[in-house]
């Protein structure tokens, strides 16, 4: 498997808007994404307006499909202007799971 993990700073009074943007991605995109498998978003405790995400894919021809795919620039543009700056982003082959 392969994918991202990335932290986020999110803008104050934005945390709600941001979960729902991958509520929808989730639901609206996901579905027609070749090599998806999952994805979360962690809050971690005592971080206000921070937020940690997982994303996984069955290979890395499927993350960077992904990537290239037409409204990915578009949906991250949103999710952007929601942050106060880019995330940080570590891409990679997982080399353990469950």
Known sequence: MYGSMFRMKVKPGKTQDVIAIFEKWAKEV?????????????????????LVGIAVFKDEKSYRGNSDSPGQNE????????????PEWEDGKFVAVE
């Open 75 to 86: 949906w991250y543009e949103a999710l952007r202007a929601l942050l106060t700056a880019d």
């Open 30 to 50: 996901r579905p027609g994404v070749t090599g998806s498998v999952g994805g979360y978003l962690l809050q971690p405790d005592n971080k206000v307006n921070e």
